[in-house]
T-cell receptor, first 112, second 113 residues
């Protein structure tokens, strides 16, 4: 069966520090991969998606970037975190556009 | 521009009764709709979906209804159980090529014993 792993579960970082969140999927190949952010009291906002290795599409201009160095690995990064980057970050995968997306357990990021 | 809206931030229902969660959308090009359930500090879990060519889909206690003319969908939970207490998100597929989803803001359901 397919599983998705996201880490760390929680992270506290100072303003201006770098960020790297990792997401890996097991049990499938060539999945579509997604990064979402949920700000407090709001819905899920799509940040990036990828339909293949090295293929990244950005949905909103921001301080973050994403990379897909391997088929089942999706990384969310920042060179310098801002206070506004605080939130709950979720990685998701789907087998194809016709299948539901399945989410990891998320990373709670707090910027101090 | 909020293309998918859940206008009720919260809903409280007695155990055993029906829970009805509502969702409205604005983009007539959406062709696939989903409901997710989310517990605190966890990722959303897929519940049920419906294609735009249908008006109803049922899975156990969960039924999703789609009214395309009104651009409205709803999730019915019957009977409601305390374990159903969670945040429910509706989502719509915005791109047939990539499967991108647009999510509503969520509705917090509390089922009282």
């Amino acid at each position: 069966s397919q599983t998705i792993h996201q880490w760390p579960a929680t992270l506290v970082q100072p303003v201006g520090s770098p960020l790297s969140l990792e997401c890996t999927v097991e049990g499938t190949s060539n999945p579509n991969l997604y990064w979402y952010r949920q700000a407090a009291g709001r819905g899920l906002q799509l940040l990036f998606y990828s339909v293949g290795i090295g293929q990244i599409s950005s949905e909103v201009p921001q301080n973050l970037s994403a990379s897909r160095p391997q088929d089942r690995q999706f990384i969310l990064s920042s060179k310098k975190l801002l206070l506004s980057d605080s939130g709950f970050y979720l990685c998701a995968w789907s087998d194809s556009r016709n299948q539901p997306q399945h989410f990891g357990d998320g990373t709670r990021l707090s910027i101090l | 521009d909020q293309q998918v809206k859940q206008n009720s931030p919260s809903l409280s229902v007695q155990e055993g009764r029906i829970s009805i969660l509502n969702c409205d959308y604005t983009n007539s090009m959406f062709d696939y709709f989903l409901w997710y359930k989310k517990y605190p500090a966890e990722g959303p879990t897929f519940l049920i979906s419906i294609s735009s060519i249908k008006d109803k889909n049922e899975d156990g206690r969960f039924t999703v209804f789609l009214n395309k003319s009104a651009k409205h969908l709803s999730l019915h939970i019957v009977p409601s159980q305390p374990g159903d207490s969670a945040v429910y998100f509706c989502a719509a597929r915005s791109s047939s090529n990539t499967g991108k989803l647009i999510f509503g803001q969520g509705t917090t359901l509390q089922v009282k014993p």
